[in-house]
């Protein structure tokens, strides 16, 4: 059972702790903020992104809020809890189309993913027509989203890859996926995080093993430099090695949110794998929990996965 709650409240915790600065892509500026305290938990804010790089996504949402990412994967185990941890690729299919589609419960930002999957299946009137591949054919962090649940609830490789594929139908997006749900089952099965990490990079496939192997031999903790390096965005080759960077180096779950804000970029992307790595390995802190404004319905679906 510690298990399962860490990995999925280490995902959402690191989520909604870098919203409030998600996809301010100046170093230089997340470094100013940082000077005045902790660039986690922050409300959006416009002024932060002005005259910089950077995109405003998440305008009106509070401090503690989970981004577009942090949405999928509360959605994903809503999905599972209701379904005594069983995945249900037409019903999940069906309900995603109804919550995130037009007229839905879902306000917020809609990612590249998201919207060409659901012009998929809005052009499909019966459900048992939904394709299996319904996703986009893009290898963004999206594909990521549901993994933390789906491995808390106990799925197979089979079925994670048959979930990545309802948003993202992309062999690299299903590397990634793998890579993330064999680290997190070797961490579940009682390998050490740096063991498990490595686990994960051998699954990885010829794109992201070498970028995953380098960001692994990285010697100390040094997010931004990695950034820098392998690339601040979304695309699972840029984010992906960051993640495993952090999460290798980081001495807890707290260090390692705070050092994926100050990264910059996509931090909320990478947090998928990122929480979810470290969550697992080193637990959760109830002070970081406490900061989740969604906290009872998680807290509700959890115990409904767990028992």
């Known amino acids: 059972m510690g298990f399962q709650r860490n990995v999925i409240l280490g995902a959402l915790v690191a989520d909604a702790a870098a919203m409030g600065l998600h996809w301010l892509y100046d170093q230089s500026r997340l470094a100013d903020l940082a000077v005045a305290g902790p660039l986690s938990f922050r409300t959006p804010d416009p002024a932060a992104y002005a005259g910089v790089r950077g995109y405003f996504a998440h305008a009106g949402k509070g401090a503690g809020a989970p981004s577009h990412y942090g949405e999928v994967l509360q959605f994903m185990l809503a999905h599972l809890a209701q379904r005594s941890g069983v995945f249900e690729r037409v019903a999940y299919q069906q309900a995603y189309r109804v919550y995130f589609g037009p007229g839905g419960a879902y306000v917020g930002y809609v990612d590249r993913p998201m919207r060409l999957t659901l012009a998929r299946l809005l052009q499909i009137d019966q ?32 079925v994670v890859s048959e979930a990545v594929a309802v948003t993202n139908a992309n062999p690299v997006a299903e590397d990634g996926a793998r890579a993330l749900s064999t680290s997190l089952a070797a961490i579940r099965d009682g390998a050490p995080l740096g063991d498990a990490l490595v686990k994960g990079a051998v699954v990885s496939g010829d794109h992201l ?23 601040m965005p979304c695309h699972l080759s840029q984010a992906l090695p960051v993640s495993f960077h952090i999460a290798a180096t980081a001495r807890d779950l707290a260090q390692g949110v705070e050092a994926n804000v100050l990264a910059g970029g996509d931090s909320c992307g990478r947090a998928m794998a990122l929480g979810s790595l470290l969550g697992a390995a080193h637990g959760v802190p109830e002070s970081l929990v406490a900061k989740l404004a969604n906290r009872s319905l998680i807290e509700r679906d959890l115990n409904l996965l767990q028992y």
């Not at 591949?133 to 933390?148: F, K």
């Not at 070498?210 to 960001?215: I, S």
Request: some cysteine.
């Open 209 to 231: 093993r070498p970028l995953l192997e380098q960001a692994l031999a990285l010697p100390a903790l040094d997010a931004v430099a990695a950034a820098a390096r392998f690339g």
């Open 127 to 158: 459900p048992a027509d939904y394709p299996a591949r319904s996703g986009a054919d893009d290898d963004q962090i999206p594909a990521l989203c549901a993994v933390p649940a789906l491995v808390a609830a106990g799925a197979t490789d089979h």
